[in-house]
């Protein structure tokens, strides 16, 4: 009979935003719609130009046209179902396709950030060893950071995926969330999680923690590098450099570490989806303003290939 019950659950209930007022419900839809309809043109925007300007064909670049492939699977993980549930009564998802959608968030979440630490690492070397910066970064090299990147995120999740196998589902089938998350599950579970829960947090937060705590040492010696620089001119020009990764790692570590680097009882849920909107959403939205707006040189190389285009087009006319 126990084994029965343990299979009874074969699809989850996403409850989504369902504290979003009825009035309230097109206007977020719409909203949320362009957000993912812009993180989409505009990571891929980036990639494109990094992809045809000679001149970004340097391995910043090519770690940032990554990141921005990387941002782009990470909120399609999640944001087509949760748009589709605005729209739809039937907001089910198959057990099957709950443990998918968990098992790519948290693995390309975490071939995130390894590539951030991979980029720190970048940074470093161009700052604090720049006369040694091209024979260190070679082409060999960049790809071989980013094939291990994605080799260790998918890897390294795959031991949480082992311990979310371990949980049975005989009766409610709701998830106060918007995705399949690991707290809601945890939560939903009917057998003791408290031993799992543990050792799952402590599996994500060595992830978060180890990888930031590598990426701040890189910035502590870019740190001391810039501040041997006589000039103030130079100093400005070194930390220019950084600024736009120092935000990127900012916006992620902040809103992960918020959701599971702390005790997963005792607090809201709704106050974790708000968290997860900022991480799946925002972040991912912000990437592309964040490297091009603020970067010289993929603006001029956007400005180029737009020139380019109009040129192209303007003998039809």
Known sequence: MEGANETAVSEFILLGLSTIEDHLQVFILLLL???????????????????????LHTPMYFFISNFSFLEILFTSVTNPKMLLNFITDRKTISFAMCMAQSYFYFAVGATEFAV????????YVAICCPLQYVTIMRPRLCVQLVLGSWVGGFSVISLHMVMMSKLRFCGPNVINHFFCDSTP?????????????????????TIMF?????????????????????????RKKA?????????VVSLAYGSCIFMYARPVTGYALDLNKGVAVLNTILTPFLNPFIYTFRNKNVKLALRDAINHRIAKLSPIF
């Open 33 to 55: 719609f362009l957000m993912y309809l812009v993180t989409l043109l505009g990571n891929t925007l980036v990639i494109f130009i990094v992809w045809v300007d000679h001149r």
């Open 116 to 123: 951030l630490v991979v980029m720190s690492f970048d940074r």
């Open 185 to 205: 599950l945890f939560q939903l579970s009917c057998v003791d999680t408290h031993l799992i829960q543990k050792m799952d947090a402590i599996l994500l937060s």
């Open 210 to 234: 180890s990888s930031l705590c590598l990426t701040m040492v890189s910035y502590s010696c870019i740190l001391f590098s810039i501040l041997r620089i006589p000039s103030t001119v130079g």
């Open 239 to 247: 930390f220019a450099t950084c600024t736009s990764h120092l935000m």
